[in-house]
C-alpha cells in the first residue's frame, strides 16, 4: 500500500521501567480503515506500546517518534490523544459500576445545556450509541447489573461518542463467553466496513486473529519481530504466528525446565471462598 493509506507510524519506540527494558527500537505501521492485529507472548510489552501511543506514558518517557493522520504526535496524557481521536480500551474494563450506562458514556464529556447536565439529551445520545453497538439496554441500567460482555460494549458505544479514528482493544475477549466475542468482533467489522474506524487489537486466541485481522505484527520480548499480511487469498498460517511469537520451534512448546522435582510444601490453602466485590451473594472460588 502506498504510504498515503498509513494513518499511524510508530517509529523506533524504545521505553524502560528502571532497569526493564520494555520495549526496544519497536516499529509498528496501521493503514487506514484496517484491523490490525498485535501478537506476541505475556510480558512481550504489546500494553505498553499501547500506553505509550495513547498518552498513558507522556512525550518524553519513551524515544522514538508516533506519526498519526500526517501529524507527529507528542501526546502528554490520555485526554490529547483522545482529541486525536485515538480511543484505548484497557485490558481492565475502566466503567464505574455504580453509575448508569448513560452516565458512564457522558462521564467527562456531559450533555450540557446552560451549565445543567440535560438528562433527556443524555439518555437519547447513549440510546442511539447502544443501537449502534448492537446493545437493546436501557440507558438506565446501572452498569454492574449488566455482564462483562454488554460492558465491553459500553465502553465501544462510550469510543463511538468521541469520534473515534483508531479503537485500540487491549484483550477485549478475553474474559467474554465464545458468543459475546463473537459479537465484539463483528462490531469491529462492522465499524471497519461502515465508519472506515481503524482498530488495533490485542489478542492471544489465534483463531480470532485468524478470522478479522488485516495485518499483524508480532512483539516478542519488546521488538518487533515480523509482520504478516492476511488476505483472503492467503490466510493466516497460524503455526507460522506461534513460531514467530515464542522464537522457537514448534515441537519445543513447552520446554522441560530443568529443576522440575517438586520440594517440600510450601503454600496450602484450605477452605477458602471468595465473593464478587460487586455482589456479595456471587461466589467466585468456591475450594471448600
Ligand atoms: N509499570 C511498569 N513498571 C515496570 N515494569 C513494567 C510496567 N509495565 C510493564 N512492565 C514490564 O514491561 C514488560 C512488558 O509488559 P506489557 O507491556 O504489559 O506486556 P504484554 O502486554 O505484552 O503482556 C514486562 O516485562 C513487564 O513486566
Ligand atoms: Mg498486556
Given at each position: 500500500m502506498s504510504s498515503n493509506d498509513t494513518i499511524l507510524t510508530m517509529e523506533n519506540i524504545t521505553k524502560t521501567f528502571g532497569p526493564v527494558k520494555?520495549?526496544?527500537?519497536v516499529n509498528l505501521s496501521v493503514d487506514r480503515g484496517e484491523i490490525h492485529a498485535i501478537c506476541g507472548e505475556n510480558g512481550a510489552g504489546k500494553s505498553t506500546l499501547m500506553n505509550v501511543l495513547s498518552g498513558v506514558y507522556p512525550y518524553g518517557s519513551y524515544s522514538g517518534k508516533i506519526t498519526f493522520d500526517g501529524k507527529e504526535c507528542k501526546y502528554h496524557t490520555i485526554n490529547d490523544s483522545e482529541a486525536d481521536g485515538i480511543v484505548i480500551i484497557h485490558q481492565e474494563l475502566a466503567l464505574s459500576p455504580f453509575l448508569s450506562i448513560a452516565e458512564n458514556i457522558f462521564i467527562g464529556n456531559e450533555q450540557a445545556k446552560g451549565g445543567v447536565i440535560d438528562w433527556d439529551k443524555t439518555r437519547a445520545e447513549a440510546k442511539k450509541l447502544l443501537d449502534r453497538v448492537g446493545l437493546p439496554e436501557d440507558p438506565d441500567t446501572k452498569v454492574m447489573d449488566i455482564g462483562v460482555g454488554k460492558q465491553q460494549l459500553v465502553e465501544i458505544a462510550k469510543a463511538l461518542s468521541k469520534d473515534v479514528k483508531l479503537l485500540i482493544l487491549d484483550e477485549p475477549t478475553a474474559a467474554l463467553n465464545d458468543e459475546d466475542s463473537a459479537h465484539l468482533l463483528d462490531l469491529v467489522r462492522q465499524l471497519r466496513d461502515e465508519q472506515g474506524v481503524t482498530s488495533i487489537i490485542i489478542t492471544h486466541k489465534l483463531n480470532e486473529v485468524a478470522a478479522i485481522a488485516d495485518n499483524v505484527t508480532i512483539i516478542r520480548d519488546g521488538s518487533t519481530v515480523g509482520v504478516m499480511y492476511v488476505t483472503p487469498e492467503t490466510p493466516l498460517d497460524q503455526e507460522e504466528l506461534i513460531r514467530k511469537m515464542v522464537g522457537r520451534p514448534l515441537h519445543n512448546l513447552y520446554p522441560n525446565h530443568p529443576s522440575n522435582t517438586p520440594g517440600e510444601e510450601y503454600l496450602r490453602v484450605e477452605d477458602w471462598t471468595v465473593h464478587h466485590p460487586l455482589d456479595a451473594e456471587r461466589v467466585i472460588v468456591d475450594l471448600t
Open positions: 520494555a520495549l526496544t527500537d
